[in-house]
């Protein structure tokens, strides 16, 4: 991945762990716009994952939920670390929440963090995705009952 697109990739996960989805999604959708490293499948999930995280903000768990799942099957085809970020507790902390939007359980307190490798994501070296396993500011998503939200 260019050093360009790395540090884009920083700023995405550092305002997406702020709680800054719509900016989030801003910054990664110039990333993938022109993506020339990263395939843009890891973008996009990256930026469906901030798009379902605004949804939630704003009240709107039908749409939540919809984006929510596209990111998951799209982060389901690369490995447990890409790009100098941790899929895997992205991929579970998202996953519990799409669980709890589909069955009206509670919600986990606080949205997820994207979490980076020690050396952070703008020195992660890509490896190649895997084969897809086929069987404004942001308001702060708030920990009540999904069924609750305004």
Request: aromatic letters at 6%; glycine letters at 8%; zero cysteines.
């Given at each position: 991945?260019?050093?360009?697109?790395?540090?884009?990739?920083?700023?995405g996960v550092a305002q997406f762990n702020e709680g800054l989805f719509f900016e989030c999604h801003?910054?990664?959708?110039?990333?993938?716009?022109?993506v020339r490293g990263a395939p843009p499948d890891f973008l996009q999930g990256?930026?469906?994952?901030?798009?379902?995280?605004?949804?939630?903000g704003n009240?709107?768990?039908?749409?939540a939920t919809t984006v929510?799942?596209?990111?998951?099957e799209r982060l389901a085809r690369y490995p447990p670390r890409y790009a100098g970020v941790e899929?895997?507790?992205l991929r579970a902390a998202v996953g519990e929440w799409l669980?709890?939007?589909?069955t009206g359980a509670r919600a986990p307190a606080e949205p997820p963090r994207i979490v980076s490798t020690p050396e952070g994501v703008a020195s992660g070296a890509a490896s190649p995705p895997?084969?897809?396993?086929?069987?404004?500011?942001s308001k702060a998503v708030r920990s009540a009952p999904i069924d609750t939200w305004a």
């Open positions: 991945m260019p050093d360009e697109e790395r540090d884009a990739l920083a700023k801003d910054t990664l959708e110039e990333v993938w716009s022109g990256l930026i469906q994952a901030a798009v379902g995280f605004y949804h939630l009240g709107n768990s039908k749409g929510l799942r596209r990111s998951l899929l895997e507790p669980r709890a939007l589909e895997r084969t897809p396993d086929r069987s404004a500011t």
